[in-house]
Every structure is written in structure tokens, then in C-alpha cells.
């Protein structure tokens, strides 16, 4: 179901797109229309014209007794002086030389030639095409033979197109109006799709932003309403101005990183990034947070360079979100591990703990922004204080890999742990293969 400014969109576009798919199939319609009435008329005249030659190689001219006569009784029709019953042909007349009418057969003629040469299209009760034809005997005019016939055969067919056109486009004007209305449903759902999620992020941050600034506006107004009665207190109150603030920047921070990074990364920003001294960096640093953590942390790495085209920070940004994730979600006692291994094509990157890991039923949604398993699994009041984050790490990282061409999914049981898997896309593994065949 689309909301109402979705739906007057969909309306709009089924609306233009019937417009100008159905301005196309008239135009077309018209266009073949006027191009068979040509073909058919010209057609019909070749027709005319040809049983008008025949006619007209039957007049003879001889000379008779000193003086040249045209003989037309050998001519079809005129010579019989009778049109056949079956004959189309409507009227047949000779005209000599000076258009004065000299035989006829069928409807009544002027005495004199009215009419240049040529095709004719007379509407008597009947419609007829007339051809007048100049007849010559050795390059002189000897008369003129005017042939008639219905045109009734040319008018059936063309009644016969147009009957197919006048039910043929509306119908196909309803259909391409149905698919346009399907079209514009097929069209809106992606953008509907796009703005909910847009408004539900909007929704989502504000709301996320609104407690730390509720929480900054109770404490300085105390800070009015009830000065601190020593510097211990006024130094405490301070401290959680500043851990607010902190909060609310990292916040602010990581939504500018998800609005910046959306798509993918321009290729001037990519450089040929070797994984392996990249994560032994990271490993170096986590190692010693694990630790304070009461962890323990496992590095695998190759012993030859895996190559990606990356944006170093970024890459690094999106794998110490999963680390941090480890660290947040694994209790006391547990295991942190970091690996890189490679397939033909790929680098895979894989962070695996030994934590509280993700309930099946929300694994789907856990790259989702805003989105805390936490949050679902306890109710608001009983939560632990700042055991998540605001729910983004898991989608900066994924907007990250994605926006390298990669992919990041995850593997989790409840009570046993998750592994996170990033997979890039490898540089070298063609000099790799090279190298060790
Ligand atoms: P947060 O900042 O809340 O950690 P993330 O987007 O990084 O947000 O993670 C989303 C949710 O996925 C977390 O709230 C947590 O419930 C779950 N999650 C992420 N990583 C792990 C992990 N390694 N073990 C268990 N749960 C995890």
C-alpha cells in the first residue's frame, strides 16, 4: 500500500507514460493507415491501367480508302458494345483526337473530353477511379480511352483495417494504461521503500540524539537552580557534561560517516592497501584491549602480502567496529580472534569470539541502522547501562565493505559466540598464482 504522495506519483507516471506510449501507437496507427490506403490505391491503378492498355492495344488504325480510320470493334467491352455481367469494369469511351466523343458503353458521357489525362476519383452515387488514357500511334494521338470501376474492393479493405484500428488501439491503449499503472507501482516501491527507511533513520537519530540533550539540559539547569557546594561536585557535574557531549559527537560523527560513504567509494580515494601489515597493527592494539578486558586475543595472518584496493582509515574503521563488538559482547574468560585467509579472488577477514552471540531470529536485521539486539531481547528499564552502542557500528561497516566492492556477513549461536566475515576483493591473486606455479 503506498502512502498518498507515492500514490499520486504512481498516478502521474501511469498517467504520462499511457500519455506517451498511447501518442505513439496513434501516430503509428495513423502512419499505417495512410501508407496501406497508398499501397492499395496504387495497387488498384496499376490494376486499372494495365486492363486500360490491354483495351487500348486492341484499337486499330488503318487506312481506308485513302483515309486513316480508328477501328474499335475489336476492343474489349467498346467493341461489343455491351459490358459483360461479371465485368467490374463500369463504363468504357472513345474520344478522338479532338476529345469529341466518338462510341461509349454504360452510363451516358459528355460529347467532349473535359478532363486531362489520368487518374480520377468520382464520387457518383457510387465511388468509381477513372483513368482517361491518350492512345498514339507512331508518337501521334489517335483518341483518348476512358475506363471506369468501382471502387468498391479498395473501400472493403480499408473499411476492414479500420474497423481492426478503432478496436485494436483503444484496447491496446487500456492494456498500456494497466501496465502503466503496474509499472508505476513497480517503480514506486523501491523509492517508498527508500524514503521509509530514510524517515525511519531520521526518526531513529533524532530520537537518539534527544536523550543526551534531555540529559544536557537537566544538568545544566541543576547547575542554575542548585550551584555546587564544592569543587568535587562542580568537577562530577562537569565530567558527565563532557561524557554527553562525547557521546552525542561520536553520534553526530557516525551518522556524517554513513551520509558520506552511501555507494560507492570515488576511485581516486583507493589505494593498493597489503592486509596483512594493516591487521597486525590492529591486532597489536586490540591485543592489549583484550587484555584489559580479560580476554584472550588470537592473530592468524599469512606470510605473504593480500592485496585490495581500499581506503585504508575506512577499512580499518570497519574492522575495529567488529573488534570493538567482540570485546563488548564476549564476557570475561573468552576468546577474541582475528584471521585472514584468501580464496582465489577474495580476502576474508574474520573476527570470531567466543561471546554472548546473536539469537538466530535477529541476525537478519543486526546491519540494520539503529538496530540493538539488546534492545529487543530486554525491555528499557531493565538494560544494563551502555552495553551497546547506538546500533550503528554493524552498519558503518557494512556501508564501508560494501562501498569496496566487498561483503560482510556473519555466522552466530546464541551462548557460543559469532564470527564476522568481511570479504574483499583481491588485487594480487593472479601474481599470487603466477608466482607459485
Ligand atoms: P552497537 O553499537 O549497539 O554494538 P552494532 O551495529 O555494532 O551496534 O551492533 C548491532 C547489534 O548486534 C548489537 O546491539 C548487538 O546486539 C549485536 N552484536 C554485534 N556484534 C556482536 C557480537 N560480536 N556478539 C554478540 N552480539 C553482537
Given amino acids: 500500500m503506498f502512502n498518498p504522495l507515492f500514490s499520486h506519483s504512481r498516478r502521474n507516471l501511469a498517467r504520462w507514460f499511457t500519455g506517451s506510449m498511447g501518442s505513439i501507437l496513434v501516430v503509428f496507427a495513423a502512419t499505417l493507415f495512410f501508407l496501406e490506403t497508398q499501397e492499395q490505391m496504387r495497387a488498384f491503378d496499376q490494376e486499372l491501367l494495365n486492363k486500360s492498355r490491354t483495351m487500348a492495344a486492341a484499337v486499330k488504325y488503318r487506312l481506308h480508302e485513302g483515309r486513316w480510320r480508328v477501328e474499335l470493334s475489336d476492343v474489349p467491352v467498346l467493341g461489343s458494345n455491351s459490358i ?47 483513368i482517361t488514357l491518350p492512345v498514339f500511334q507512331n508518337q501521334d494521338a489517335i483518341g483518348y480511352l476512358q475506363v471506369a470501376v468501382p471502387l468498391t474492393p479498395v473501400r472493403t479493405n480499408l473499411r476492414q483495417i479500420r474497423l481492426f484500428l478503432s478496436v485494436g488501439v483503444p484496447l491496446s491503449l487500456a492494456v498500456i494504461g494497466v501496465a502503466g499503472w503496474l509499472l508505476g507501482g513497480f517503480a514506486m516501491q523501491p523509492i517508498q521503500a527508500a524514503y521509509e527507511r530514510l524517515q525511519r533513520f531520521t526518526a531513529d537519530a ?75 597493527d590492529m591486532a597489536g592494539t586490540f591485543e592489549t584491549e583484550a587484555t584489559q578486558h580479560h580476554l584472550r586475543f588470537g592473530c592468524t595472518l599469512p606470510d605473504h602480502p593480500l592485496t585490495v584496493m581500499a581506503d585504508a582509515d575506512l577499512l580499518q574503521r570497519a574492522i575495529a567496529n567488529l573488534l570493538n ?42 546491519f540494520e541502522r539503529f538496530y540493538r539486539v539488546d534492545q529487543v531481547r530486554t525491555p528499557d528499564h531493565q538494560r544494563p547501562k551502555k552495553s551497546g552502542g547506538f546500533g550503528l557500528g554493524l552498519a558503518i561497516a557494512q556501508q564501508i565493505i560494501q562501498a569496496h566492492g566487498g561483503k560482510i556477513h556473519v555466522a552466530s549461536t546464541e551462548g557460543s559466540g559469532s564470527c564476522f566475515t568481511i570479504e574483499l576483493p583481491l588485487i594480487n591473486h593472479r601474481f599470487r598464482l603466477l608466482r607459485s606455479s
Avoid: C
Fill in 84 to 130: 459483360p455481367y461479371d465485368n467490374e469494369v463500369q463504363y468504357v469511351r472513345w474520344y478522338d483526337r479532338q476529345g469529341q466523343l466518338v462510341r461509349f458503353v454504360g452510363a451516358l458521357p459528355p460529347e467532349q473530353l473535359a478532363i486531362a489525362p489520368g487518374f480520377v476519383t468520382l464520387s457518383t452515387p457510387q465511388l468509381l477511379r477513372q
Fill in 206 to 280: 533524532s530520537h537518539e540524539l534527544r536523550s543526551p540533550l534531555a540529559a544536557l539540559l537537566s544538568n545544566i539547569q541543576i547547575g542554575i537552580v542548585k550551584p555546587a557546594a564544592n569543587l568535587e561536585t562542580q568537577e562530577r557535574r562537569l565530567q558527565k557534561l563532557v561524557e554527553i557531549t562525547k557521546s552525542m559527537t561520536v553520534l553526530v560523527n557516525n551518522l556524517l560517516l554513513l551520509a558520506r560513504y552511501e555507494g560507492s567509494l570515488p576511485a581516486s580515494t583507493l589505494k593498493v592497501v597489503d592486509l596483512v601489515p594493516l591487521l597486525k
Fill in 325 to 366: 563488538n567482540a570485546l563488548k559482547y564476549t564476557p570475561p574468560g573468552g576468546t577474541i580472534e582475528l584471521r585472514l585467509t584468501a580464496t582465489n579472488q577474495q580476502a576474508l577477514i574474520q573476527v570470531k569470539d567466543t561471546g554472548i552471540g546473536i539469537p538466530e531470529a535477529f541476525l537478519q536485521f543486526i
